[in-house]
Each structure stands twice: as C-alpha cells, then as structure tokens.
C-alpha cells in the first residue's frame, strides 16, 4: 500500500489561498496519475483536480477551474494543489489519491479508479 501524506490544510478568510502538498513515500511514485478530491460533511467524495505521470495533462473540477492549479513535483515525489479565491464552500476534506496508469499523459477523474489514498487534511474557509 502506498503511502500518501497530504499537509497544508487549515483554517483561511473567504478569498485568500492554501497550498496543500501530498508526498508520496513510493519509489514508484513517476508510474502513478496522481489526484485530488474534497468530501464535506455529509456529501460524496468530489473531483477537485488530477494530474498525468509526465504533469503535461491536468483536468479540473467546474468549481475548480480558474481557481485552483494541481502540480507535481517527480524529485520531491510530491503533488501540490494550489488553491486561490478560497470560497466558504470549498470547506472539506481534501484527499490525494494515487493510481498506476501506463500512459504519461493518463489522467483520471473517477474516484473508482484511484487504488491509494491519503488521510486527508481539513481545509476550512470562513466567510
């Protein structure tokens, strides 16, 4: 099982940012899409961003989109989402999850699809 670390959750005023960062303890970290969903309080598991092996391929959530950027770093085997314009809506559980693709610029957007995940961190946004 791999081991995922998400950190940089926390509590921001409506309209500021967070950078959230997920490493990865795997060697194997560069075979993996990597991705990142939310989960508020009394609703499903939500796409928010996903990234390919190569970073060359990014989709985005409609929420998301204009706001928010997901990265990746292959040396540091860390994903980064940056979140900007906060909303008290964007409120949640922020997840990084990991999945073996075979393709570089593979993304997936279904949670289903993803085999590892993190433990999440708390991202809270007051209004």
């Known amino acids: 099982q791999a081991q995922l670390i998400e950190s940089g959750g926390g509590l921001v005023q409506a309209g500021g940012s967070l950078r959230l960062s997920c490493a990865a303890f795997?060697?194997?970290?560069?075979?993996?899409?990597m991705g990142w969903f939310r989960q508020a309080q009394g609703l499903d598991r939500e796409f928010v961003a996903a990234?390919?092996?190569?970073?060359?391929?990014?989709s985005y959530g409609d929420f998301a989109k204009g706001r928010f950027t997901i990265s990746r770093d292959g040396a540091k085997k860390t994903v980064y989402l940056q979140m900007d314009n906060l909303k008290p809506e964007d409120t949640a559980t922020y997840y990084c999850?990991?999945?073996?693709?075979?393709?570089?610029?593979?993304?997936?957007?279904?949670?289903?699809?993803?085999?590892?995940w993190g433990d999440g961190t708390q991202v809270t946004v007051s209004s």
């Open positions: 999850a990991a999945t073996f693709v075979g393709g570089l610029s593979t993304i997936a957007e279904s949670p289903g699809i993803y085999e590892h």
């Open positions: 795997d060697p194997t970290f560069s075979r993996w899409a």
């Open positions: 990234v390919s092996r190569d970073g060359g391929v990014t």
